[in-house]
Structures are given as C-alpha cells and as structure tokens.
C-alpha cells in the first residue's frame, strides 16, 4: 500500500520556540492531507486540510496562527507550530487519501511526538 | 455532522477469547466507516472498512465487523484472541459532502488480552 511518511518522529523544544513537522506521502501524490492531533489517552481530533497550492482550511477552535499549514508540493505538508507551549504537546498524525480522490481510504503517517518544555 | 461512540474505554480478555469492541456512529448520510487499531507511539493502521455492499466487512488479522443500520452501529469482532492484539482502537465515520475526506473518530478502546 501507499506509504506516508512523517518527520521527525520525536522533537523536544522549549517553550516559545517553532517546530516544523514534516509529512510526506513517498509513493502517490497527494493533493490534499489531513492533520490531526492526539492528546495523551485521547482520540484524535482533525486540526485542519491541507490543500496543494492553497490555503490549509482550519476545524472550528484551531488558531491557524499557530498552526501553520504550507503544502508546497504534490508530495509534501508541512505542520508548523508556532511559539510553542507546553499544552501544544501532543501526538500529531498525518494523512493522505490515495492518488483519484478516494477518499474512502487514508493512509496515516506515523505520527510526530511533540513535547515542549 | 457525524460522530462515533465507542462503548468501554477498556476492553480486557483472556487469550483465545472472543473480542467484542463496540462502535456506534450518527451520521445524517449514509457513512463511509472505519476501525483502526494504534499501537504505543506508534500511527494508524487500517484494519478494516465498510463504504458499500456486504455489510459484513472481513479485515486483517482475523478481525471482522458488521454494518447495523437499523442499530447504527459497526461493532468489531474477532473469534479468538491473541496476545499481539493488545493495542488501542479506533472507529471512525468519514464525512460526507465538503466534509469528504474527513474522518472523526471514536474516543478508542484499549484491548488488553491476558494469558
């Protein structure tokens, strides 16, 4: 099957600092991904979509200016959290429909591990 | 809007038992649905998926689950289980219309199994 890629797949920061979290889909082009995160023992929450070569659309309670969303090429997403705090720390997990819009299946990264100090 | 609820955050079997993981989903379209299972630190994988047809949907590792429209639900089952399937799972309903694509998930049921 398509493989996503994620990276890195743990990142230590300080408080206020930015931390740039790569998504990649390796084998299909992708023009849109999703990014969603993943509190400790909780579900996953969609953040937001992220649209190739527009802009990223945000769910409802999502700051897109701390989260910010570039998807500069067909086969790469980049999450950006900005000034960083300690309740940003997180599991954040990305993914990727299959080339032809099929929605009805997604192909997950492995997720980044965020924990700010 | 959809949303799934996933009865029993935890789920403890013996080996060789059956697993029974209870999903149940609202949506005001016919859902696309999902089960996926997460180990520790670890991304999603798919374990099965019901969008149209037989409503009794085969998965991996021996994993079934079954479409219920009259009860909405989508409960996952496996006849006997074994140690390597202690992990957290998932099920999830995809949005319809401009939410295609987008999934909303349970709240996750962690499977014990014991020797």
């Known amino acids: 099957g398509a493989v996503v890629s994620q990276h890195p797949s743990r990142v230590i920061c300080k408080s206020g600092t930015s931390v740039k979290i790569e998504c990649r889909s390796l084998d299909f082009q992708a023009t849109t991904m999703f990014w969603y995160r993943q509190f400790p023992k909780q579900s996953l929450m969609l953040m937001a979509t992220s649209n190739e070569g527009s802009k990223a659309t945000y769910e409802q309670g999502v700051e897109k200016d701390k989260f910010l969303i570039n998807h500069a090429s067909l086969t790469l997403s980049t999450l950006t959290v900005t000034s960083a705090h300690p309740e940003d720390s997180s599991f954040y997990i990305c993914?990727?429909?299959?080339?032809?819009?099929?929605?009805?299946?997604?192909?997950f990264g492995p997720g980044t591990r965020l924990t700010v100090l | 809007a959809q949303s799934v609820t996933q009865l029993g955050s935890h789920v403890s079997v013996s080996e060789g038992a059956l697993v029974l993981l209870r999903c149940n989903y609202s949506s005001s379209v016919p859902p696309y649905l999902f089960w996926y299972v997460q180990y520790p630190n670890q991304g999603l994988q798919l374990l099965l998926k019901y969008t149209t047809g037989a409503t009794l949907v085969k998965g991996i590792n021996g994993f079934e689950a079954e479409f219920k429209k009259s009860e909405t639900s989508f409960h996952l089952t496996k006849p006997s289980a074994h140690m390597s399937d202690a992990a957290e799972y998932f099920c999830a309903v995809m949005g319809a219309g401009t939410s295609y694509g987008k999934l909303t998930f349970g709240q996750g049921t962690i499977l014990t199994v014991h020797p």
């Open positions: 993914s990727a429909p299959p080339p032809r819009g099929a929605y009805n299946e997604q192909f």
